[in-house]
């Protein structure tokens, strides 16, 4: 309710549909500054993070998560199509092959050993790229997981989120599908999918699934039954079980997941975007420019400026003060500590997160 009244003083935020806005591009109201600083929401970021493999020497603090700054929604049930979100992988598009280092991390998918490829080895991730281009929306931090905090009971069919349950061989699929070509593309059905319709052919530099805009932007990856046919999307991407406000929902950075057109439910489908951010040098670089955007409240680096405003004029924008200790130190305000215990790694990246900070 509190989310709601904000938009309601402040009726000139940017967001979608046009006309009958459901998708706030809002990041600092007091309402998103608590959630983020909850002392349950960062601890259920540090357990997620902590599913992710790292050894004793990578410069990684999986105890501490970061704030990384994102939007809202609260979306009407309603007999159209919400025609946005349809299925996509976050968090690098091109980059998944141009980025070296990113590249690096699907190694044993290019070399054939697909079946031994560990999607939750960390290393190779720490210092990847992911926005060479520094497209608008195009996350340039290395989140573990993308994840939600739900504002309202809901289920299927309620307007929720969806994935495909199997990241391995999606994974697999998606970084070596530019390299084979349909014979014959116009076969439909089980004819198109056969083996024996597929060539590999590295004449075509473009890479199914990416997206570009008339403005020349452009996103991915977004696999479609077009593009990706045999992952058999219709089919295989299966929507997330009834929830309740406060619940979570994380899901790893490279899953494929959309949200479902229809919402045929009583009440509105609302989630707050909240994902998780292990602390590294190369996130804290980017914490840096985040906490400077707070002070400002104009949006975070990684999205739309808008008219460079942001939300500085608006009606009761957030303050420090609506953010816990543990909030203020995610936000980069005070400085980390290393938890007992802590890795040499960890600790190397707390200590390099505080000078990055000038918290040192």
């Given at each position: 309710?509190?989310?709601?009244?904000?938009?309601?003083?402040?009726p000139?935020?940017?967001?979608?549909?046009?006309?009958?806005?459901?998708?706030?591009?809002?990041?600092?109201?007091?309402?998103?500054?608590?959630?983020?600083?909850?002392?349950?929401?960062?601890?259920?970021?540090?357990?997620?993070?902590?599913?992710?493999?790292?050894?004793?020497?990578?410069?990684?603090?999986?105890?501490?998560?970061?704030?990384?700054?994102?939007r809202?929604?609260?979306?009407?049930?309603?007999?159209?199509?919400?025609?946005?979100?349809?299925?996509?992988?976050?968090?690098?598009?091109?980059?998944?092959?141009?980025?070296?280092?990113?590249?690096?991390?699907?190694?044993?998918?290019?070399?054939?050993?697909?079946?031994?490829?560990?999607?939750?080895?960390?290393?190779?991730?720490?210092?990847?790229?992911?926005?060479?281009?520094?497209?608008?929306?195009?996350?340039?931090?290395?989140?573990?997981?993308?994840?939600?905090l739900?504002?309202?009971?809901?289920?299927?069919?309620e307007?929720?989120?969806?994935?495909?349950?199997?990241?391995?061989?999606?994974?697999?699929?998606?970084?070596?599908?530019?390299?084979?070509?349909?014979?014959?593309?116009?076969?439909?059905?089980?004819?198109?999918?056969?083996?024996?319709?597929?060539?590999?052919?590295?004449?075509?530099?473009?890479?199914?699934?990416?997206?570009?805009?008339?403005?020349?932007?452009?996103?991915?990856?977004r696999?479609?039954?077009?593009?990706?046919?045999?992952?058999k999307?219709?089919?295989?991407?299966?929507?997330?079980?009834?929830?309740?406000?406060?619940?979570?929902?994380?899901?790893?950075?490279?899953?494929?997941?959309?949200?479902?057109?229809?919402?045929?439910?009583?009440?509105?489908?609302?989630?707050?975007?909240?994902?998780?951010?292990?602390?590294?040098?190369?996130?804290?670089?980017?914490?840096?420019?985040?906490?400077?955007?707070?002070?400002?409240?104009?949006?975070?680096?990684?999205?739309?400026?808008?008219?460079?405003?942001?939300?500085?004029?608006?009606?009761?924008?957030?303050?420090?003060?609506?953010?816990?200790?543990?909030?203020?130190v995610?936000?980069?305000?005070?400085?980390?500590?290393?938890?007992?215990?802590?890795?040499?790694?960890?600790?190397?990246?707390?200590?390099?997160?505080?000078?990055i900070?000038?918290?040192?």
């Amino acid at each position: 309710e509190a989310l709601k009244e904000y938009v309601k003083a402040n009726p000139q935020v940017d967001g979608f549909p046009e006309g009958n806005k459901q998708f706030f591009e809002m990041y600092w109201s007091p309402s998103q500054l608590k959630a983020r600083s909850h002392a349950n929401v960062l601890a259920a970021g540090a357990w997620v993070n902590k599913l992710w493999d790292a050894s004793e020497d990578d410069v990684v603090d999986l105890d501490h998560c970061m704030s990384y700054a994102d939007r809202f929604r609260i979306r009407q049930p309603s007999p159209n199509k919400w025609g946005h979100h349809s299925p996509h992988v976050d968090g690098a598009a091109t980059e998944r092959w141009e980025d070296p280092t990113l590249r690096s991390t699907f190694t044993d998918i290019f070399n054939g050993n697909w079946k031994n490829y560990n999607p939750w080895a960390i290393s190779g991730r720490l210092s990847a790229t992911t926005d060479l281009y520094r497209r608008p929306n195009q996350t340039s931090i290395f989140r573990t997981w993308q994840g939600w905090l739900a504002m309202s009971d809901t289920g299927p069919g309620e307007g929720t989120i969806r994935f495909f349950p199997d990241l391995v061989l999606a994974n697999t699929y998606i970084m070596l599908r530019p390299f084979f070509k349909p014979v014959n593309p116009d076969l439909t059905d089980e004819a198109l999918l056969e083996p024996s319709n597929w060539v590999f052919d590295t004449s075509d530099p473009s890479i199914p699934g990416i997206q570009v805009s008339a403005e020349g932007n452009f996103s991915g990856v977004r696999p479609g039954n077009a593009t990706h046919p045999h992952l058999k999307l219709d089919e295989a991407i299966v929507s997330v079980p009834r929830v309740k406000p406060g619940d979570m929902v994380f899901w790893h950075c490279d899953v494929i997941h959309s949200v479902e057109d229809m919402h045929t439910g009583p009440t509105d489908s609302s989630v707050m975007y909240i994902g998780a951010t292990p602390l590294s040098p190369h996130n804290v670089r980017y914490l840096v420019g985040h906490r400077e955007n707070f002070l400002k409240r104009i949006p975070p680096p990684d999205f739309p400026q808008g008219n460079g405003l942001g939300e500085s004029q608006f009606v009761g924008h957030g303050q420090e003060s609506d953010m816990t200790p543990e909030g203020l130190v995610a936000m980069g305000l005070r400085a980390f500590t290393a938890k007992e215990g802590a890795t040499r790694g960890a600790r190397e990246a707390v200590k390099d997160a505080n000078a990055i900070l000038g918290l040192a």
